[in-house]
């Protein structure tokens, strides 16, 4: 059975490690390069660094910040933020990334994950998708950082981009982020039960039972915090112990 992966998120503006709630109220939450080495040490399964207003400023995500936590943690790392081209994805490579995260810049020109795919390996394409339910029913793709919806489908969107070479799915609700008030369990077992990649989930994670239920519910691969892993609110040693009693297996 595949150990399930557990995934501090640095989510990074103005070179700071920024938390915030729905998208909204960012606030400061520490030095990336001290928290990054951090949870490395204390066992983290993999990083995730969003530089999140790239894409906004249209700027290129901060190579040289990611070149130096990369020199600080030895777990695989993935890095997403203003990425729309191969040559972007290249030069942070080369400054340790071990995957890419693209989101906006993948919906708006699809044909992006399929070269990515086919230059780095499907294993090195992760696509982010923040999602929101709306009074529908229906679960939406949000664009540039959470502040412009679209009309697409949240499973349309998640199928296409692994038919075109997405290897895993980072799943982000916005309904639950910061919440702290539990998973979007919902939509993340409709796309762990219809997609053949990883799905990460990510979005609300607030107790140790959150965890369990997105693992044994939900059947997540993976799930993604920041927040509470950030303030001290859940240590990663004791999370994942809590979860080996569970019976759910994680590296130790």
């Known amino acids: 059975m595949l150990t399930k992966r557990i995934i501090p998120c640095l989510d990074i503006r103005d070179g700071r490690t920024v938390k915030g709630i729905n998208f909204e109220n960012i606030r400061d ?32 995500t901060l190579s040289e910040l990611v070149n130096r936590i990369s020199h600080h943690i030895n777990i695989p790392f993935t890095v997403g933020g203003g990425i729309s081209s191969v040559e972007d994805v290249s030069v942070l490579l080369q400054n340790g990334a071990d995957k890419i995260s693209v989101n906006t810049s993948a919906y708006k020109n699809p044909q992006l994950i399929n070269e990515l795919a086919k230059e780095f390996g499907s294993q090195c394409v992760v696509l982010a998708i923040d999602t929101k339910l709306e009074a529908d029913g229906n679960w939406y793709i949000y664009l540039n950082g959470g502040r412009v919806k679209t009309d697409t489908k949240c499973v349309d969107w998640a199928k296409q981009a692994v038919d075109l070479g997405a290897g895993e ?22 796309l762990a039960g219809q997609l053949p990649v990883p799905v990460i989930a990510s979005g609300g994670g607030g107790t140790m039972e ?24 859940i240590g990663i040693p004791e999370l994942k112990h809590y979860l080996n009693e569970k019976g759910i297996v994680v590296r130790i």
Do not use: C, W
Request: aromatic content about 10%; overall charge negative.
């Open 210 to 233: 959150h965890f369990v239920d997105v693992f044994n519910i939900a059947k997540a691969d993976a799930a993604l915090a920041a927040s509470i892993f950030h303030f001290k609110e």
């Open 169 to 190: 799915i980072l799943l982000t609700s916005m309904n639950h982020d910061g919440t702290k008030q539990g998973f979007a369990l919902d939509i993340t077992a409709t």
């Open 29 to 60: 939450a520490g030095d990336p390069v001290e928290l990054g080495a951090f949870y490395a040490e204390q066992g983290a399964d993999e990083l995730v660094f969003l530089d999140i207003t790239a894409t906004i400023e249209k700027r290129k």
